[in-house]
């Protein structure tokens, strides 16, 4: 395995806890839970060392399990909790794996069960772009609906009176004035391992940006499921 001669490890984070869906990661869409998802896409990757869980909950650590994956220790508490920072809990990942196999892996791909529909070139498109170009890290991005842009986004202030977040918001009513703007999607984040360890950065320090056009969810609450849940049966 390997890419390029280059050893990768993948992480599936998922926690237990989740306010805004109970037991978020464990839903099914099309029949697969959210990290059975992942575990099939994932695995699928002959370029990719060892993929591994992060979860602090042994009902989704057996999920895991199920699918495929490795769950050779559990996240710690303080790295679970709604507050908790995603690059502490990779760098705990990522060097308690490098413990456990024995390998000082060059790159890693974080890759998010709340991102269902990403797609093994979407995966092959965000390290190829990291390694080849020589970046600090990569990750991949959708184009902002103009409606969500700074230029269109309004503020109410304690007296119920609206403004515009940008001065020049008045004079962007037409969608084709507004420039592009882009947000993350959780499909994929992949890092040197100078960039996450030793600098304590995903997207900050030099990040490539892999662009995917079509409709994709992250999900985060109810709406973004049925989302999701349409978006599945349409593709099939």
């Not at 037991?23 to 990290?35: D, E, M, P, Q, Y």
């Not at 060059?106 to 069960?113: K, R, T, V």
């Not at 993350?184 to 391992?193: D, K, L, Q, T």
Request: with cysteine; hydrophobic share 40%.
């Amino acid at each position: 395995m390997t890419w390029q001669g280059k050893s990768v490890l993948a992480v599936i984070p998922a926690r237990g806890g989740s306010k805004s869906i109970p037991r978020k990661n464990l839903v099914k869409l099309g029949g697969i839970s959210l990290v059975g998802r992942s575990a099939k896409l994932a695995l699928s990757l002959p370029w990719i060392d060892h993929v591994v869980l992060s979860t602090d909950d042994e009902e989704i650590a057996d999920e895991g399990r199920l699918h495929g994956l490795d769950v050779p220790f559990m996240r710690p508490a303080e790295l679970a909790e709604d507050k908790s920072n995603s690059i502490e809990m990779w760098k705990q990942v990522w060097l308690e794996a490098e413990e456990h196999y024995g390998i000082c892996f060059e790159y890693s791909l974080l890759l998010e069960p709340t991102s269902p529909l990403r797609r093994s070139e979407d995966v092959e498109r965000t390290i190829q772009a990291l390694v080849e170009g020589n970046h600090r890290a990569a990750a991949t991005f959708s184009r902002t609906p103009a409606h969500y842009t700074p230029h269109k986004t309004l503020t109410i202030d304690t007296e119920g009176m609206v403004g515009f977040y940008l001065p020049e918001g008045a004079r962007h009513s037409l969608r084709q004035s507004i420039p592009p703007y882009y947000h993350r999607n959780g499909i994929c984040y992949a890092v040197r391992r100078d960039t996450l360890i030793e600098h304590g950065a995903i997207i900050e320090r030099g990040c490539a940006a892999i662009v995917i056009d079509r409709p994709v969810v992250n999900i985060d609450d109810e709406f973004d499921l049925d989302i999701a849940r349409m978006l599945i049966a349409t593709s099939i």
